[in-house]
């Protein structure tokens, strides 16, 4: 069974950086996709960014592009998320998702598994 374990966050000002790491435990590592996403007070959880299983391929939503950098360690088995440039409106609960056999960039209920979450605020 997997289990992540994501650490990290913590309180900033605007235009500082953060790092975020997410260690994975269990089988198969490099099967999974790896992504994060977050949610925000009273909104839905959303996309941030992922990576493929060789962390050579990233996708990241609009709202970070340019600011976030998504990583993977096949050997300590984690994966990082770098935020440069932070914003009020990156505060959020960040999410760490393993996608067993497909893109992080979305969740599968019957294969893939979430972290337990880690919070970031960000002060204007």
């Known amino acids: 069974q997997v289990q992540l374990e994501e650490s990290g966050g913590g309180v900033a000002q605007a235009g500082d950086s953060l790092t975020l790491s997410c260690v994975m435990s269990?089988?198969?590592?490099?099967?999974?996709?790896l992504g994060w996403f977050r949610q925000a007070p009273g909104k839905e959880r959303e996309f941030v960014a992922a990576?493929?299983?060789?962390?050579?391929?990233?996708a990241y939503a609009d709202p970070v592009k340019g600011r976030f950098t998504v990583s993977r360690d096949n050997v300590l088995r984690k994966a990082t998320l770098q935020m440069n440039s932070l914003k009020a409106e990156d505060t959020a609960v960040y999410y760490c998702?393993?996608?067993?056999?497909?893109?992080?960039?979305?969740?599968?209920?019957?294969?893939?598994?979430w972290g337990q979450g880690t919070r970031v605020t960000v002060s204007s």
């Open positions: 998702l393993a996608a067993y056999g497909h893109s992080a960039s979305y969740y599968l209920p019957e294969t893939d598994t």
């Open positions: 269990g089988r198969n590592f490099r099967s999974y996709g």
């Open positions: 990576t493929d299983w060789s962390g050579g391929i990233a």
